[in-house]
């Protein structure tokens, strides 16, 4: 045997009496507010619902816009305006378009950064070198299907005079003032960031989201359609909305196959570049 000194360690303690070691029995305690559900705003946690939310919050922000326009409005056009005798004059309208592209834009952000991951995550505002190829592509893939429908669509309902179908009068209309260079950079730059962000980025993907891509495909083009609504006749609008809605339909697969935003936008700003300068006579 050792000859090591006795431990000064007190030898542990046996258990009370009673069962002490078991758990306690008693009523549970309660957390001094509910517990969330699992998976109670875990992000993403946007939907549909934030679709339905922002059209009345663009709509709003679109006509605050126009009563800043009327600042810019003169006196003896203005009274013409009050009066209806004559059309709204083209300040009105740039107000009014800036104004609704400033809330399609940051709409998306503040859902994004409210209930989302980021734009990048939620909307797949990503950029890639070879999305200038891609976003060429479309752009012509879009020009032709437009083209094509157009024409079915004019062929159907008899309509004669194209003119109809056309939403860029605006641009006609403001030629000789300074609010040309407010609708280029507008129409060029502005709508394809902002609309891509709100159609093919916050509504594609609510729409995925809950019913799926080919949903969401259906429901981003009508979405993105209807906002493109001129007021001409009847002809007019459904060869409208047979191009436009095609136009959507090109972006929104583009989207959904490259898992980015850059195409689409790439594709947006040439589209509408391009029918920009031919609504002012660039190609004769």
């Known amino acids: 045997m050792s000859n090591l000194p006795p431990s000064s360690a007190p030898p542990p303690s046996a258990p009370p009496p009673g069962n002490s070691w078991d758990p306690p029995v008693g009523p549970p305690s309660v957390a001094p507010f509910p517990l969330p559900k699992p998976g109670w705003h875990v992000r993403p946690w946007w939907g549909l619902g934030d679709v339905l939310l922002g059209i009345p919050l663009i709509v709003v922000v679109a006509f605050l816009g126009t009563v800043v326009g009327l600042a810019f409005v003169p006196r003896d056009q ?15 309208l740039a107000c009014s378009l800036v104004a609704q592209q400033v809330a399609q834009g940051l709409w998306p952000w503040v859902v994004s950064k409210w209930k989302g991951q980021g734009l990048a995550a939620d909307w797949r505002l990503r950029f890639k070198p070879v999305d200038l190829a891609i976003g060429l592509g479309a752009a012509i893939m879009a020009f032709g299907l437009a083209a094509v429908t157009a024409g079915v669509v004019s062929s159907l309902v008899g309509l004669t005079d194209e003119s109809q ?3 860029t009068q605006f641009l006609l ?15 060029v730059l502005g709508a394809p960031l902002t609309e891509e962000l709100l159609f093919r980025g916050l509504v594609l993907r609510a729409f ?8 969401a495909l259906i429901a981003s083009m009508v979405a993105f359609t209807l906002p493109h609504f001129t007021g001409s006749n009847l002809d007019g609008t459904l060869v409208l ?3 436009i809605g095609s136009v959507g339909l090109v972006f929104g697969v583009v989207t959904l196959v490259t898992d980015r935003l850059g195409p689409a936008i790439v594709a947006h700003v040439l589209f509408n570049a391009f029918g920009a300068a031919s609504a002012l006579g660039a190609f004769g």
């Open 241 to 243: 909305f047979a191009s």
């Open 78 to 92: 203005l009274e013409g305006v009050t009066n209806g005798t004559i059309e709204g004059p083209v300040a009105l």
């Open 165 to 167: 179908a056309e939403n």
């Open 173 to 187: 209309d403001a030629k000789g003032t300074p609010w040309l260079a407010v609708f280029l950079v507008a129409a």
């Open 208 to 215: 995925e989201k809950r019913f799926g891509q080919v949903v």
